[in-house]
Each structure stands twice: as C-alpha cells, then as structure tokens.
C-alpha cells in the first residue's frame, strides 16, 4: 500500500480525498439556478395577474360603452300601437369606453406595478350595436429584466351589446 501521508494537510484531520463537504459543493452550484427559477416564477405569476386585470378593464370599458344606448319612442295617434327604435351613441359610447379603460388601467398600474399602455381602442360597430374595446399594456419587468428578459406585451379584447328593452 502506498504511503498517503502527503494527502493530509498540516492543521486538518481529514485527508483531501474526503468526502465531507460534497453536498455544499452541489448545493452552492444548484441554488443559483433555483433562485433564477423563483425570480421567474415571481414575475409570470405577476404577468398573469395583470393580464386577468387587463380583461377585466377591458370587459368594463365595453360594458359601459354599450349603456349608451338611445331609446327613440313614438306612438302612433290613430291605433296607440309604439314604435320603437334604438340608437347607438358612437362618439359617447367611445368616448365612456376610452375613458373606464384609461381609468382601469391606472388601477392596475396602482395595485400590481408599472404598466406601459402600448395602445388602448374602442370600436363601435353602429349597425349591430357591438362596442369592442382594445388594451396592449407592456407590463414592467419586476426581477426578470435584471436578467434581460423582455416581458411580454399584453393584448385584450372584449365585445359587448347593449340589453335592449
């Protein structure tokens, strides 16, 4: 057997050939990678938070423009018999679309973080009284952009009718 004295240090008791100390090696090159993990984890978990949040905005916004509703009624002298017939405000039901959007989205910016709102539009389709309503936010990067991860746009759409009587 060959002599392994040399393999001792001068002030350890164990010789170098050891293997105490192996699993804080493997831990020390595993935890990064996990803390990255986490880090993304934290801000796709916020990502979804802001997308639930940016439909809601969006379902909002198209719900009010389409309470802007005209209801034109006339009777008919002779018979008593109504008639009926519904206008869609376009440039009010737009205008009350852009505007519980903008006001949503800024909720969204107060409660969750940063939101860059790319492009917000609401599009009143008068023939068959649908008003629908567009969000793109660009939420801010929480962790992942110290890693240079881009986060991704988020785009909305919702449509809706007015209820008529």
């Known amino acids: 057997m060959a002599d392994r004295s040399w393999l001792k240090g001068p002030t350890t008791q164990y010789p170098l050939t050891s293997e105490r100390g192996s699993a804080a090696a493997g831990m ?19 990502w979804q938070q802001i997308s639930l949040a940016v439909q809601t905005a969006t379902d909002a916004a198209a719900l009010a ?29 737009r ?39 567009e969000a793109s936010v660009t939420p801010g990067a929480f962790l992942a952009g110290r890693f240079g991860l881009v986060p991704p746009q988020i785009s909305r759409v919702a449509e809706a009718r007015p209820v008529l009587p």
Request: hydrophobic residues 55%; aromatic residues 4%.
């Open 28 to 46: 020390a090159a595993v935890l990064p990678v996990l803390l990255l993990l986490l880090v993304l984890a934290a801000d796709v978990v916020r």
């Open 65 to 93: 423009g389409a309470q802007e509703v005209w209801v034109h009624r006339e009777m008919d002298a002779g018979g008593g018999v109504w008639s009926q017939t519904f206008y869609l405000n376009e440039d009010s039901a």
């Open 95 to 133: 205008q009350q679309a852009q505007a519980v959007l903008l006001r949503n989205l800024r909720r969204i910016e107060a409660r969750i973080g940063s939101v860059t709102i790319v492009r917000t539009a609401a599009h009143i389709d008068a023939p068959n009284m649908t008003v629908r309503v």
